[in-house]
Structure formats: structure tokens, C-alpha cells
């Protein structure tokens, strides 16, 4: 069964500063990877996703994602945050080749300070 | 175009009611998927419908049942609530030629309270 690792509860960064969200994945195949954002209360909006093809993956918001078979990890990062970006992030891993279950991480808490 | 919509938005519920939360998939969109989120979690895979039948399903007892109509909207039920029930439900609507990987959309969710 495939699991999501997101080893950071919560992170703080200055506004204007880069961020980098880590996300860890066990799976057996390729899989299909993907980064949500959920602000309070509120339902999961897609930033990005990983299927096949080049690793370096572009968002929605000026978000991007690394896809590095090697480590297991896809990190998503933004060059220079928005006071705005402040939500929860979600990493999530699904299935190829099969239905569409989807497992989600825990979440990483974004705070954005000015 | 419409995305994904749920209702109700909130509802609360006492312990050993019996609750129905709705979904409506983004336009083109053929299957649907429940998730449970706790407070301070990540979702929880529920169950999944495609074709009006259940082809997935998380480790959720079988309280949690679901439907789904010929339009492709869904139903989750859920029977003798349990206070651990509280959750952020949240529903999931794709479009599934092959069956593997394609993305889901989110609805808002329904916040359930149960007293």
C-alpha cells in the first residue's frame, strides 16, 4: 500500500523569503503525485501534479515541484512567498495503473509573518 | 462551469443519528470519492463510485455506505453516529477513461458535528 510522509508539522517563513515543503512517498510502481492546498475551512485546491515526463513540475500560484525518484521525495517550493500562501499543504500519492485512491499526508501548516 | 459541489455545509448531528451528505461532480465528470478529515489531518479515503457502484473502499466500517446516481451525483450515509464521527466530509469528483491516476477535484465539504 502506498503512504505520504510530510515530516513538517508547521513552518514559519518571512514574506518574500523561498519556501520548501518536503513529502516523502513509499510506493511499490511509478506513481502519480500531487500537492493540494486547503485554507481554513475550506475544501483541497490542486496546485500541481506528477504523472510521467519532465521532474521539475509547475504549478498554479508560482509553485513548483521536484519529482527525485531516488529519494522517494517530491518537495514543493516557491521562490518567494506571498502573505496569501498562508494555508495547509497536502502531498498526496495515487495509484497507477489502478483506480484512483488517493492517500494524503498529514499536512504542513504554513504561516506566513511579515 | 460548476465545480464540485456538497451539501449541506454544516450540519450537527447527536450520537446514534443517522446522517446524508450530498455531492455533485464537476460537469464531465463520472466517478466520485468520499474522504473524512479530522481536525488537524490529512483526508481519509472513504469509499469511491463509479458507474453507480462502489469499486473502492477505505478501511471505514460499514456504517459509512454510499450511492450514486445515473447523473453521477452521490450520497454518503452514515448510521449510529459516533461522537469520532466530527469530521470534515469532503467529496471528490473525476473523469476515469482508463481508471488510473486521473485528478480529483474538490468540493468545499460538509462540516459534521455530532453532540
Known amino acids: 500500500a502506498q503512504s505520504v510522509t510530510q515530516p513538517d508539522i508547521h513552518i514559519t517563513v518571512s514574506e518574500g523569503a523561498s519556501l520548501e515543503l518536503r513529502c516523502n512517498y513509499s510506493?511499490?510502481?511509478?506513481?502519480?503525485l500531487f500537492w493540494y492546498v486547503q485554507s481554513p475551512g475550506q475544501g483541497l485546491q490542486l496546485l500541481l501534479k506528477?504523472?510521467?515526463?519532465?521532474?521539475l513540475v509547475q504549478g498554479i500560484k508560482g509553485f513548483e515541484a521536484e519529482f527525485k525518484r531516488s529519494q522517494s521525495s517530491f518537495n514543493l517550493r516557491k521562490p518567494s512567498v506571498h502573505w496569501s500562501d498562508a494555508a495547509e499543504y497536502f502531498c498526496?500519492?495515487?495509484?497507477?495503473?489502478?483506480?484512483?485512491?488517493?492517500?494524503f499526508g498529514t499536512g504542513t501548516k504554513l504561516q506566513v509573518i511579515p | 462551469d460548476a465545480g464540485v459541489t456538497q451539501s449541506p455545509t454544516h450540519l450537527i448531528k447527536t450520537r446514534g443519528q443517522q446522517v446524508t451528505l450530498r455531492c455533485s461532480p464537476k460537469?464531465?465528470?463520472?466517478?466520485v470519492s468520499w474522504y473524512q478529515q479530522a481536525l488537524g489531518q490529512g483526508p481519509q479515503f472513504i469509499f469511491q463510485?463509479?458507474?453507480?457502484?462502489?469499486?473502492q473502499r477505505g478501511n471505514f466500517p460499514d456504517r459509512f455506505s454510499g450511492h450514486q446516481f445515473p447523473n453521477y451525483s452521490s450520497e454518503l450515509n452514515v448510521n449510529a453516529l459516533l461522537l469520532g464521527d466530527s469530521a470534515l466530509y469532503l467529496c471528490?469528483?473525476?473523469?476515469?477513461?482508463?481508471?488510473?491516476?486521473?485528478?480529483?477535484?474538490f468540493g468545499p465539504g460538509t462540516r459534521l458535528l455530532v453532540l
Open positions: 460537469s464531465g465528470h463520472d466517478t
Open positions: 471528490a469528483s473525476s473523469f476515469s477513461p482508463s481508471g488510473g491516476g486521473e485528478t480529483q477535484y
Open positions: 506528477y504523472f510521467s515526463g519532465d521532474t
Open positions: 510506493y511499490g510502481a511509478t506513481p502519480y
Open positions: 498526496a500519492v495515487g495509484v497507477s495503473g489502478g483506480y484512483q485512491k488517493v492517500t
Open positions: 463510485y463509479y458507474e453507480e457502484e462502489e469499486r
